[in-house]
């Protein structure tokens, strides 16, 4: 905006200027005696002309001045770039080459078309300005002005309510955090996160040249309405977020939670909004925020059954998922090419997996994911599929059945003698007590009648299953939707998934029997394939996830969650499992390798982030109002996208594409 001011005040400018020489230059001076009578007066006259002349141009300057000195960023409008280019744009104006215009003995024809070729050029220089501004709009649009204090700055994912009003506040080297020395761990331990992550973008970050001026953001007081510090399905992630000016001119701004984690959410809005108004401020001193997810769970499934995710990898993507407040993490243990977690029982699940297949999780292990995820307020869902899927049950054969020896063999058989079914209950009793969340995935999903598996044998396994975790093991139980529609095992406590393409079935249908549903739609929420950098790969997962469910039936609707599948990292078409007609290697199967951990990492960041956000905002608060592909809504991705990437999480670089084993064109080996 200021470009454009500037350069229009100089085309004004310069049109004065020219038509006024125009005009002086067609008088009569053919006489000398008309220049001796007229003098006084023609004096008089020029120097009238010359102060008209002089105050338009201080008008001029004025103008140029007031624009680009005070106007704050607040009152930006929303399309318009960040102006953090005064001087350069300065600069450039006293630099412009002051044009040479006709004589007054050249005709005013040639003057006239003389003129009408520096204004084409002025038109020409606004043109590529304008242009320039369109292609930069994006990345640092700002919230709109809020005479009314109603708007809210715009984040990811959206605030429900918020205003805010008043000039910037700058953050202090010095701020300080309070906190209740009562106050649960996870909150003293996430203090120590902010903290550090706040004073490292001070000291990286570059100051607005009114920096002593500004407000002085000092203080950050931390209040959690409980000492409770364990997270759960019912856990409250509310929060608020006051901030306000004394008298000292000195900002003071109180996160306030219904839980400890309602806290951490609040400080990681405060983190966005910093890096929003520049890294080290809040672009306004007086913030009013009140927050709340929309639904219970917003889950994210990484699956260690293909491709091993190493324990770093898994608390690295754990620190992305704060920052888009998602708050399940399920962990989908095993499948086609591993039984992931080590068993004391049947220790050959796990020591068979050596050389390019080798990874696997310990107890311990577990206990670390499970104690990191709770500091961040994730639940940790565990899924142990069968009776499909199951091929990760191989290395124990003969111990356990599978419905045929076909080579492509993995879903197991309910034999007449119940040893499969032991051996299930066995890894399901050692195993299950590891995990503190009461819910516990059991897959039961694409199973079919082939060789000694009958309909009934495979179902009845199903359901004998789903009593033991349930009656025995005191967990409820969660299964992919073909546990409700084919197998019939889903109790009225067991939480259903629908995942299936649109036009199979629809999360109505399980609120319908009174069920609880998770919302997983593999056309808005797999992750398996790469999409288009930007909108065009995001927007399809910005969407109602209760479209279609009755007023009265929404409670049953927790949430929805997305999953991001590895088959495309595997040596093999799942492991095995299945022979495609035209026979072909996944496209990231030379990630496979333990000792491309560090390639594979940044894959998995570029296939889930930045559309992850896009998903985690339907899950949080989804609202009509805004459109994933508007140039507010992507500026807000892209800067939550950069804000990642700063702080050392994985993603796909903000205005690319990534595949499966490149980012931006470059391979990632």
Known sequence: MGKQVVIGVAVAAVLVVCIATVYMSSAPMNAETDVTLQSDSKVEAGQSEQAQREEQDQQAEQVQITTIVSTPASQVPTDAPINNDKEKEKEET???????HPKPNESTDQQLTELEKELEQEEEVIEEVQQELEEDKVMHAVPPPNPDKTTAPFIIPP????????????????????????????????????????????????????????????????VSSTTNDQVNI???????????????????????GKSCFGVIYAMETV?????????TMLMHSTISITDAPAYRWRGLLLDSGRRFLKVSILKS????????????????????????????????????????YAGHYVKQDVATVIEYAAERGIRVVPEFDIPGHSRGYM?????????????????????????????????????????????????????????????????????????????????????WEEMHFVSKAATPETIVYIWSTIGRHTPSEITQTGRRVVQCSEARFYFTQPAPGGPAGWKKSWTDISQGIPETQKHLLLGGQMSMWTDNYIPKIQCGSWIPKKPHLPPGHKL????????????????????????????????????????????????????????????????????????????YM
Not at 271 to 279: A, E, H, K, R, T
């Open 94 to 100: 006293d630099n412009t080459p002051i044009k040479s």
């Open 159 to 222: 605030l429900k309510e918020a205003s805010w009003s008043g000039p910037a506040a700058a953050l202090q080297e010095d701020f300080v955090m309070i906190l209740d020395d009562n106050a649960p761990q996870p909150l003293k331990k996430a203090l120590r996160r902010y903290e550090e992550l706040w004073k490292r973008r001070f000291v990286t970050s570059d100051k607005p040249k009114d920096y002593e001026h500004m407000h002085k953001l000092k203080r950050f007081k931390l």
């Open 234 to 256: 019912d856990t409250d992630y509310s929060y608020t977020v006051h901030c306000n000016v004394d008298s000292l001119s000195e900002v003071t701004c109180t996160l306030s």
């Open 271 to 279: 983190s966005q909004l910093l890096f929003q108004g520049g890294n």
């Open 317 to 356: 993507i754990m620190d992305t998922m704060v920052a888009a407040k998602l708050n399940v993490l399920h962990w989908h243990l095993t499948d086609h090419c591993r039984f992931a977690l080590a068993s004391d029982s049947y220790p050959a699940l796990t020591n068979s997996l050596k050389g390019s």
């Open 395 to 479: 290395p124990i054969e003969g111990q356990i059945h599978f419905c045929d020896k076909s080579q492509t063999r993995t879903q197991l058989f309910n034999d007449p003698k119940g040893e499969t079914m032991n051996v299930v209950k066995t890894l399901l009793h050692e195993l299950l007590p590891l995990f503190k969340d009461e819910v516990v995935h059991l897959g039961c999903d694409e199973t079919k009648t082939t060789g000694q598996c009958t309909h009934d044998s495979t179902f009845r396994m199903e359901k004998e299953v789903v009593k033991y975790v349930k009656d025995t093991l005191g967990k409820t139980t969660a299964g």
């Open 592 to 667: 496979f390798p333990p000792e491309q951990d560090d390639a594979f990492e940044k894959s998995l960041g570029g296939m889930i982030w930045p559309r992850g956000f896009v998903a985690a905002s339907s899950f949080w608060n989804f609202d009509t109002k805004y459109q994933a592909d508007g140039p507010v809504f992507t500026a807000a991705v892209w800067r939550l996208n950069d804000d990642v990437a700063s702080r050392g999480g994985h993603v796909c670089p903000t205005k690319c594409s990534c595949t499966v084993t490149s980012a931006c064109n470059k391979d």
